[in-house]
């Protein structure tokens, strides 16, 4: 759920470029293929093509044979309904109906834009909903809305809290988003884990060893092996005690606060292929235009400024704004093997 | 304004133990013989007592010298008044009229709690404030009532922006707590920095070296020697690119959203022995008995069992709480000779 700062990605002649509405049709068609609602296939289809075009590898195509596995094991039901609940005047939640966490965004973001522009902060509390996609998604639209938004999504056991030696937190990342006058809005997406679980399987690949404090083994001893990690082991923190007590801090908000399970929480052993964490999703808006923040896009651009002025060349969010004007421009690039895949996926033959 | 986890304090013969409302009357003696209103001074007081009270050395009345220096100065407005605005449903702000953050917060606390409470969530933007003292004092009190807080202060420029080369953060803390079925709430303070720069005076003074990642000297060079670091150079954020991030974010939140300053914005070049960051804060109240969150206190214990069960055997804020308990039993411990420095600066012979 965390992208570390790369190169853009350099498509080579393993990869072709489709256009993103070709490329979003063909996933909603492979996902309604494979156990969704239309509706639930729009809303999936959209936020992976999104990312793909993004240059997110980790969160765009990659993970549709996830989605499909999960779908066939019967773990989440792609045919949910989202229930939205006016709770309060500044107070949305969702029952996902133990459905995508996506379609229940979907359902609810209006409810969320207005409630916060009429009381200048407003939160969306999605329960009993599968994340498994990028969180900048979540929040980047409402940046482009003019608020300022946060999101906190935990997911399966997989990190060991500071001074503990077995997983509990989930990779449990943050994302921001904020408006800015002179360009695309600021936006990050950190997982509070230090390094991704898939970055970790690439390093046991290619034999390299890991920096200290990226995991643990299975007697919760770090470990700089990645084979050591992947065997019964799990990933620390990212920052130690600090990235430790904002990952709690996400279980609290993703999880207890929504009615959500916590990372720790769901038993998938009766549903073998089984890959979305059942959990919850906090998202939290703001509406900057109120008081004395009237001129936030003004601030938040002259911020990114004196960062440029302090040496810091790239913002957050500058590498997947560079994928997208390309593939704006030159269609979604996609790997050619995976595009038949997909193609076969949705029984295009 | 950010303790890392120690060992509780033990204090030796160099140290006596007095009772809180004795301490807390005396700093307010202080504070009002330098030039604050009584108000203020009750607040800074209380806000420094408290600190004291649970071990945490570098914000309690440690800081006097400092406080007093900048009210010394003019930088700081001892008498101001902070004008409370109710801006929206969910929103406060407030214009701590160049004083403390202190003062402004108690303002507008009840205020931002009925709104938490009618809303579900509400914000408080306090801005031209002063911020000089932890910011785990501000959060507390909120998860004491039963809201889930969470506070974000900008300060000054000492911290470098991830692939920077110049100081342009402050250290920029998040502070959050949450209540809890079985015990005192969870409650975490953490700067963005990777050091506190007292630790780093610290360090230099025992000429120890620092781990990497730490801090840069003049240049924008990494270095591990702690004197260059002091020596014109500056900290680094936790964690890499995702504290710089975060440390991004607190800016957003703490002065472009409240409308006050950056931390890099303001000139006290005119105001020799200035001390205190004249800056903005946020804080965000949710109230989790909304919605599908009503059983909150029982799921964060829930979850505090979990870390206990993993291994972690301390929680955010068990520090502090044991050190409370002494000094409650006990009365809080105070340096012999800081005593007798506060009695002179009381005007007490």
């Known amino acids: 759920m965390n992208t570390p700062p790369n190169a853009p990605n350099t498509p080579d002649s393993s990869h072709t470029r489709i256009p993103l509405a070709q490329l979003e049709a063909l996933l909603a068609q492979v996902f309604e293929r494979h156990g969704t609602s239309a509706q639930v296939a729009a809303a999936l289809a959209q936020n992976c093509a999104l990312a793909q075009r993004d240059g997110a590898d980790s969160h765009g195509v990659f993970r549709i044979p996830g989605y ?50 009429r009381n200048g902060i407003a939160l969306l509390a999605i329960r009993n909903s599968h994340h498994f996609a990028a969180l900048w998604l979540d929040v980047e639209p409402l940046a482009r809305e003019g608020l300022v938004a946060l999101a906190f999504v935990n ?55 890991l920096p200290e404090g990226y995991g643990v083994d299975r007697h919760g001893q770090p470990t700089c092996d990645p084979a050591a990690i ?28 929504t009615g959500g399970n916590f990372s720790f929480d769901f038993d998938w052993s009766q549903h073998p292929g089984a890959k979305t964490p059942w ?43 560079a994928e997208r004007a390309l593939a704006d421009q030159l269609g979604v690039a996609v790997g050619v093997q995976e595009l038949a895949s997909l193609r076969a996926l949705a029984g295009i033959v």
């Open 68 to 117: 499909l596995s999960t779908l066939a094991s019967g773990w989440v039901n792609g045919h949910a309904v989202p229930q939205v609940e006016d709770v309060a005047p500044g107070y949305v939640a969702v029952d996902a109906g133990n459905g995508f966490a996506q379609p229940a965004l979907d359902a609810a973001r209006s409810l969320l834009l207005e409630k916060a522009r």
């Open 155 to 209: 997911s399966m056991a997989c990190v060991v809290p500071s001074g503990g030696h077995r997983a509990l937190f989930g990779t449990n990342p943050i994302a921001f988003a904020a408006p800015r006058a002179g360009g695309e809005p600021l936006v990050f997406d950190l997982a509070t884990s230090a390094i991704a679980h898939g970055d970790v399987q690439i390093a046991a690949r290619a034999g390299h060893t």
């Open 230 to 257: 992947l065997d019964g082991g799990a990933l620390l923190p990212f920052g130690g005690y600090k990235g430790s007590a904002l990952s709690m801090m996400v279980e609290l908000l993703a999880a207890a606060l």
């Open 279 to 321: 959990t919850g999703e906090l998202l939290i808006a703001i509406d900057p235009a109120k008081g004395a923040g009237h001129n936030f896009a003004q601030r938040s651009e002259a911020l990114v400024q004196a960062m440029r002025g302090a040496g810091q060349a790239r913002q957050p969010g500058d590498r997947r704004y």
